[in-house]
């Protein structure tokens, strides 16, 4: 298991910022996605953004503008930036990594390392 550990998000209002990171330094894979997903109350987790090993990033069309990924790789720190914040971008948060090729998938079952969740509540 790849150990993941998640900092950031919090509260914010409408139209705020906020930004998300995950320490990645347990990623030692020269090929790989990582992503960022989240899961509110009652409903599925779903992919918001991911990135792969060439740069290669994804949005979910619902966040696609307001969000952006990107990896740090000087500190082995994954981001996601979330902007224009909606009160439906609330959220538990989770960022994921996955040994693989090609472009990256919002999929949640192709990923098998996971961070511990951030809460994100977007008030109106």
């Known amino acids: 298991q790849v150990p993941l550990v998640q900092s950031g998000g919090g509260s914010v209002e409408t139209g705020g910022s906020l930004r998300l990171s995950c320490d990645t330094s347990?990623?030692?894979?020269?090929?790989?996605?990582m992503g960022w997903f989240r899961q509110a109350p009652g409903a599925q987790r779903e992919g918001v953004a991911a990135?792969?090993?060439?740069?290669?990033?994804i949005y979910a069309s619902s966040v696609k503008g307001r969000f952006t990924i990107s990896v740090d790789r000087g500190t082995n720190t994954l981001h996601l930036q979330i902007t224009s914040a909606q009160p439906e971008d609330t959220a538990m948060y989770f960022c994921a990594a996955q040994q693989a090729s090609g472009a990256p998938s919002l999929a949640p079952r192709w990923y098998d390392h996971w961070g511990q969740g951030t809460q994100v509540t977007v008030s109106s």
């Open positions: 347990g990623v030692t894979y020269r090929n790989y996605w």
């Open positions: 990135i792969d090993s060439h740069g290669t990033t």
